[in-house]
């Protein structure tokens, strides 16, 4: 071979390897471009949701200062180490929010009867997570706003299920702060512990709803009354005493004859004393110790079998998708067992 035909060659092999790699980035580049975003990327982008109000609403990427007011949003902000800048500590419950209440750092704006607006302007919030006890307050607060924050309603429109409700309010979380995965669970959480009290109960089996408030034993209407009164359509539960009630946070007066007239086979309770303590300032005793030391009640058929279910210790200020999965998780296992 002559020298002139080896460098013929030696061009020949060099274009085709040139070729060959760029082929290859062309082809790397495409697939490269086709992959959806993750990490650090994807959470860059500003994020457009339609909150409860209705309102479509264009959240900042990675909001500096979240300010967060919904008593049903703090836990799951919480446990998602989402950091608050200012949030009403009065509302909240010394057990379950107690790394929010410890943290300096989180500004307290106290309750909804008398907010620290004061705290709130200070915090200089691009978002603002705001609902339940805190939904009255909303005029008041997007006036001292800036332009660009974001205002986002979580709080539960009147006429809409529990049921209905959380799992739109945990997905509408979920996608502002990036934790569509971690949503998804506390929904799917939610939803088999329904299923599982609904297979575990009796029909034939009567309940009824109560509230402990003031060391008084207080009435739950089916549906409209407070924590427990949605139960009862969410799980098909049958009412003893098919009463109309309010959502009046101490329940109704009812009196104990009404009670053991009505003979529940099981009562479930929200011990409000638990949370919020009494009036007087005098010791709580437990809504349990309070039913079984009424002896007009011995002889109805759920103190007797001691068929009584109380909810969750923080319900009243929390009243979330987590609590409310664990109280029908434990309603479940009450009437698995009783099988």
């Known amino acids: 071979m002559t020298l002139t035909s080896a460098w013929k060659k030696l061009a020949i092999t060099a274009s085709i390897a040139s070729l060959t790699l760029t082929l290859a980035a062309c082809s790397a580049s495409s697939t490269f471009s086709n992959m959806p975003m993750s990490g650090a990327h994807q959470k860059s982008q500003a994020v457009t949701v339609t909150d409860l109000s209705g309102k479509s609403v264009t959240v900042p990427s990675n909001?500096?200062?979240?300010?967060?007011?919904?008593?049903?949003?703090?836990?799951?902000?919480?446990?998602?180490?989402?950091?608050?800048?200012?949030?009403p500590k009065k509302i909240m419950d010394k057990k379950v929010h107690?790394?929010?209440?410890?943290?300096?750092?989180?500004?307290?704006?106290?309750?909804?009867?008398?907010?620290?607006?004061?705290?709130?302007?200070?915090?200089?919030?691009?978002?603002?997570?705001?609902?339940?006890?805190?939904?009255?307050?909303?005029?008041?607060?997007?006036?001292?706003?800036?332009?660009?924050?974001?205002?986002i309603d979580t709080n539960r429109p009147k006429d809409m299920p529990h049921e209905k409700y959380f799992p739109i309010q945990v997905e509408l979380l979920g996608k502002i702060f990036h934790k569509e995965a971690e949503a998804s669970s506390l929904i799917n959480d939610f939803h088999t512990a329904i299923e599982r009290a609904k297979k575990a109960y009796n029909p034939t089996h009567k309940v009824m709803g109560l509230i402990v408030s003031g060391g008084s034993i207080n009435y739950a209407a089916p549906r409209n009354g407070r924590s427990v009164g949605p139960l009862f359509p969410m799980l098909g539960l049958t009412p003893a005493l098919d009463s109309t009630g309010s959502t009046d946070h101490e329940g109704d007066d009812v009196s104990i004859e009404a009670i053991a007239a009505a003979k529940p086979e099981w009562l479930v309770v929200l011990d409000r004393d638990q949370a919020v303590g009494k009036k007087d300032g005098s010791a709580v005793v437990p809504a349990l110790d309070v039913i079984k030391g009424s002896a007009a009640l011995a002889k109805v058929p759920a103190v007797a079998k001691n068929q009584i279910i109380v909810a969750p210790d923080g319900f009243y200020l929390s009243e979330d998708i987590i609590l409310y999965t664990q109280f029908i998780n434990d309603i479940a296992k009450a009437f698995e067992a009783a099988k």
């Open 63 to 87: 909001p500096a200062s979240v300010v967060a007011t919904d008593n049903r949003s703090f836990q799951i902000l919480q446990n998602w180490g989402v950091k608050l800048s200012a949030a």
């Open 98 to 151: 107690a790394p929010y209440i410890g943290d300096q750092s989180v500004a307290d704006m106290g309750n909804h009867r008398e907010p620290n607006l004061e705290a709130l302007v200070a915090a200089k919030p691009d978002l603002v997570i705001n609902g339940q006890r805190y939904a009255g307050q909303e005029k008041t607060i997007r006036p001292l706003l800036g332009k660009d924050a974001a205002f």
